[in-house]
């Protein structure tokens, strides 16, 4: 498997979801102690990853946080709420929601999910970093 620096965690995405891509952003802009790199999850590590945790993509096509130190995987809410987490004041503050079962986060964030491309469109192909933030990203 593609090596990832143990002091990283990798967010996988959908990289043809315009809702996914602003997020990914707003996420790189807040990294303040650059914790996390991102890949689509239609990229070759993505697949990977999907193949190593026996991922069915046609019940999670949702956001997946990879922890290379614990070789553990997160998705759905508990995976967005854990990146938050690291962002600082205040978008830190959301991980109080970690608090509330996952079964209610989960099906609002499923709710999102399955209208994400009806209400914010969908791309033709992944998101092609600019240079600045091409370090960020793995394939």
Request: charged fraction near 25%; include cysteine.
């Amino acid at each position: 498997m593609t090596e990832i620096p143990n002091n990283k965690q990798l967010v996988l995405f959908d990289g043809v979801c315009n809702l996914c891509n602003a997020s990914v952003l707003f996420v790189i802009k807040r990294d303040k102690k650059d914790k996390f790199l991102f890949a689509p999850l239609q990229s070759t590590i993505g697949k990977e990853i999907i193949e190593k945790f026996n991922i069915d993509t046609e019940k999670t096509d949702s956001i997946l946080l990879y922890n290379p130190e614990k070789d553990k995987l997160t998705y759905k809410s508990t995976a967005a709420l854990l990146v938050a987490s690291h962002l600082g004041f205040p978008t830190s503050f959301l991980s109080i929601f970690l608090i509330v079962p996952t079964f209610i986060r989960n099906w609002v964030y499923n709710y999102i999910a399955k209208n994400r491309y009806k209400w914010y469109g969908k791309k033709e192909s992944c998101m092609i970093p600019t240079p600045e933030l091409k370090a960020k990203f793995m394939d």
